[in-house]
């Protein structure tokens, strides 16, 4: 099995090394990541100007730094090294739970994977005033393959608690806040300016990513990329028909 490694963290980071360990468990692993933090990139894709690469091993995996998105490493990767048969993105530092996978970069990486055909699996895990375990996290991240590898799903975001979760859920997106803050402050000289925060919430529905994690859970998402309210659209064509 051919497994293409991403992230929106920077190849750097040490999320993305651990994420190539468990993984190469499984298959073979080569790393196609951004050069620099692309974190909150989303599903953004660069147009206007050519991309490229510069070779730069990690941990003794094959790897290569991109000058561009999560997206653009996965269209890049797949295109230099044929027959990727998953891309998983991560492990990112800080969840990418409900709302947040709007803007989620990492997710993007394994979203691209689906336009493409392919399978993506999409790794994210809290971050505090340390930085998590990633050597911990090994463990849980070869359970979560150990499922996720053989089942015929194409897209999940997966959610890790930390390195010992109480278990393993299968869950669905919590949409029901949008956590989002616009926060106005000063700069030294006196202008103001704005930060855009995505602030955490107190609780969420039960069976909800979000929800697993808060009760230290592995969540595992399958997600879809057709966004198409089926009960909108019948509504729709029945209550506003058009010409
Ligand atoms: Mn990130």
């Not at 393959?145 to 299968?170: E, I, K, M, Q």
Request: hydrophobic fraction near 40%.
């Amino acid at each position: 099995m051919r497994i293409l490694v991403t992230n929106d963290d920077g190849i750097y980071s040490p999320g993305i090394a651990a994420l190539a360990r468990a993984a190469a468990e499984f298959g073979d692993v080569r790393i196609v990541a951004p050069d620099v933090e692309r974190s909150a990139a989303g599903h953004s894709i660069t147009t206007a100007r050519p991309l490229t690469y510069k070779r730069t091993p990690i941990e003794g995996f094959e790897a290569y730094r991109v000058d561009g998105t999560p997206a653009d490493c996965v269209a890049l990767g797949t295109h230099n090294w044929e027959s990727v048969d998953v891309v998983l993105s991560g492990i990112n530092l800080g969840t990418n739970l409900g709302n947040a996978m709007w803007h989620s970069g990492t997710l993007a990486g394994a979203k691209q994977a689906v336009l493409f055909g392919l399978r993506g699996i999409a790794f994210s895990v809290p971050v505090g005033p340390d930085e998590p375990d990633f050597d911990g996290l090994e463990e849980p991240v070869r359970r979560v393959l150990a499922t996720l590898l053989p089942a015929d799903l194409p897209l999940v975001n997966v959610n890790l608690p930390g390195p010992d979760p109480v278990g393993y859920r299968w869950t669905c997106q919590s949409v029901r806040h949008y956590d989002g803050a616009v926060i106005p402050g000063t700069d030294p000289m006196g202008r103001s300016h704005f930060w855009f925060l995505v602030k955490p919430l107190e609780a969420a529905d039960q069976d909800t990513d979000r929800w697993a994690i808060e009760h230290g859970y592995v969540s595992m998402t399958p997600l879809r990329l057709d966004l198409t309210s089926e009960e909108d659209l019948e509504a729709a064509r029945s209550r506003w028909p058009v010409k």
